[in-house]
């Protein structure tokens, strides 16, 4: 059976988490049990729970995460296609004005049914760019796709910051809306 756990890096953890809890539970009410901003790296070697200043000077290869827990795998694919929708997973570490490692896309996988869904999405977004039917400032999907690694949550005030701060800053912004484009 497929994990519930995850965590995706999006750029900004503030805008991810807003996107994710607050617009993809509107798609599919109640499919986040549990969600938190923090920090993941691809390294599972890397330092041992970083603080927000050490993760921002970009040395400890650490990554501004969501982590997820689902109510239900069954929308894991459809989590992962929406994620590729509000930021742009074509420019390497980089989204908007925000760049370094830490600002990178990058999908944390809990075990190989989740790999492979995925790299899945991901080739089928390559594709749909090729066709020119979706359109991002790279012309090639950069995403990385790695192991779910330890996870350090944030501090507590930057859980929910846009919730609490309405206008605080957020750069993700929708890159296509709605269904999923067909290739044909």
Same mark, same amino acid.
């Given at each position: 059976?497929?994990? /519930?756990?995850?965590?995706?890096? &999006? !750029?900004?953890?503030?805008?991810?988490?807003? $996107?994710?809890?607050? #617009?993809? +539970? @509107?798609?599919?009410?109640?499919?986040?049990?549990?969600?938190?901003?923090?920090?993941?790296?691809?390294?599972?070697?890397?330092?041992?729970?970083?603080?927000?200043?050490?993760?921002?000077?970009?040395?400890?290869?650490?990554?501004?995460?969501?982590?997820?827990?689902?109510?239900?795998?069954?929308?894991?694919?459809?989590?992962?296609?929406?994620?590729?929708?509000?930021?742009?997973?074509?420019?390497? /570490?980089?989204?908007?004005?925000? &760049? !370094?490692?830490?600002?990178?896309?990058?999908? $944390?996988?809990?075990? #190989?049914? +989740? @790999?492979?869904?995925?790299?899945?999405?991901?080739?089928?977004?390559?594709?749909?760019?090729?066709?020119?039917?979706?359109?991002?400032?790279?012309?090639?999907?950069?995403?990385?796709?790695?192991?779910?690694?330890?996870?350090?949550?944030?501090?507590?005030?930057?859980?929910?910051?846009?919730?609490?701060?309405?206008?605080?800053?957020?750069?993700?912004?929708?890159?296509?809306?709605?269904?999923?484009?067909?290739?044909?």
């Amino acid at each position: 059976m497929m994990s /519930n756990s995850l965590a995706v890096g &999006a !750029g900004c953890y503030w805008g991810t988490e807003k $996107f994710i809890v607050k #617009d993809f +539970q @509107k798609m599919y009410p109640g499919s986040i049990a549990k969600a938190s901003v923090g920090f993941m790296s691809p390294d599972p070697a890397a330092m041992k729970n970083p603080s927000y200043r050490q993760v921002c000077s970009g040395s400890t290869g650490h990554v501004e995460v969501l982590f997820v827990e689902l109510s239900d795998p069954k929308v894991y694919e459809a989590l992962v296609r929406f994620f590729f929708q509000f930021h742009d997973p074509t420019t390497m /570490n980089r989204q908007g004005n925000d &760049a !370094g490692t830490q600002y990178a896309s990058v999908i $944390f996988c809990a075990d #190989d049914e +989740q @790999k492979k869904i995925a790299e899945k999405v991901k080739a089928d977004l390559q594709a749909l760019m090729d066709a020119g039917k979706v359109k991002y400032t790279g012309g090639k999907v950069t995403t990385h796709i790695t192991d779910l690694n330890p996870y350090y949550p944030a501090q507590e005030e930057h859980q929910n910051y846009l919730e609490k701060n309405p206008v605080g800053y957020c750069n993700h912004h929708y890159r296509f809306k709605g269904e999923w484009p067909e290739l044909n």
